[in-house]
């Protein structure tokens, strides 16, 4: 299955560069390993598509609950979460 999405332009270079190898979302559309991520890039200034597009390949999709996480919800409050990259 494919699934299309908007990427902002900064996050479209990272990942069209190499360097940034996951992709955040709201889990409000579903989505598996196997799946095709077609990443469309967005301009948020015009608030149009830019045409540049980017097919990347879904090889794992975690899910969370941001009250049943290992930290105290007032900490991720607090201090945000962040993801770390692996290669």
Do not use: C, H
Request: no cysteine; glycine share 6%; aromatic share 12%.
């Amino acid at each position: 299955m494919t699934i299309k999405k908007k990427v902002w332009p900064v996050y479209f270079e990272a990942i069209l560069s190499g360097k940034k190898k996951y992709e955040l979302r709201l889990n409000d559309f579903e989505i598996n390993e196997g799946d095709i991520l077609l990443l469309e890039e967005w301009d948020p200034e015009t608030q149009s598509y830019t045409g540049r597009v980017i097919e990347k390949m879904v090889t794992y999709v975690g899910t969370f609950q941001i009250d049943k996480l290992f930290w105290p919800e007032d900490q991720i409050k607090e201090k945000g979460l962040q993801i770390i990259s692996l290669e």
